[in-house]
């Protein structure tokens, strides 16, 4: 812990955090002090002017980032028959109906993206409570209830992530890998403020974005320099 502890005061150190960073430099500082001996993960959180307790301030959406985030997304599809098979020559890792129902109430939830068919909703909406707290209840909005499961699944191996406001106004989400190059991360930390921007709600008033930083998994935020009315 104390190796961490120096690890992170230096790396604390080389960051001004008062100064708000244009992205590329914030990048640079980011693979600079990724120096832990795994590839930290690199995230974003965004403090929006919104109160996402009324209904026309909810931010929430989808963004395929285009290099990905680097993680192996584990994806479970809830259909039957044609669709199950279509599910499973699409790469998902798990598959089923009732049974995978049973899986979830027990708590055995070996999933990062949950995608349904229009009639499992039937099945899957008994499981609100607990895929609900957890961000992977299915969700036609989002995608997640279609019946092209396979382009659903693909989205999710590609590289396409979910993003919502909490209640406290903050949007996070991981964006990448410190391995990643600085072009890689720029665009995919462009491409996340750009889904955020476009996502803008109707209720929204004053100063949208407020502050924005990025971190990797042990190092310092990193305050972006964001223009966003």
Not at 10 to 18: H, K
Not at 106 to 126: H, L, Q, S, W, Y
Not at 135 to 145: A, C, D, I, Q
């Amino acid at each position: 812990m104390a190796g961490n502890g120096k690890r992170f005061e230096t790396a604390r150190g080389n960051v001004d955090r008062e100064k708000d960073y244009d992205l590329g430099e914030a990048v640079q500082l980011i693979k600079a002090n990724a120096s832990a001996k795994f590839d930290e993960t690199v995230e974003i959180a965004i403090n929006l002017g919104v109160d996402p307790r009324h209904a026309d301030q909810m931010v929430r959406g989808t963004v395929s980032l285009p290099h990905g985030t680097g993680k192996s997304l584990r994806v479970a599809v809830f259909a039957k028959g044609d669709k199950a098979a279509e599910a499973e020559a699409a790469g998902a890792d798990l598959v089923g109906a009732e049974e995978l129902a049973e899986q979830v109430q027990k708590g055995e939830i070996a999933f990062d993206r949950c995608i349904a068919t229009p009639d499992m909703m039937a099945v899957v909406g008994r499981l609100g409570k607990i895929l609900g707290p957890k961000g992977l209840m299915p969700n036609p909005k989002l995608g997640t209830v279609t019946p092209d499961v396979a382009g659903a699944i693909q989205a999710a191996k590609a590289g396409q992530i979910e993003f919502r406001v909490e209640k406290q106004g903050i949007i996070h989400a991981g964006v990448g890998k410190a391995s990643f190059s600085e072009d890689a991360l720029q665009e995919n930390i462009q491409a996340f403020i750009d889904a955020i921007q476009k996502a803008k709600p109707s209720g929204a008033k004053g100063t949208y974005m407020k502050r924005a930083s990025i971190s990797s998994t042990m190092g310092p935020g990193i305050r972006l320099n964001v223009h966003a009315g």
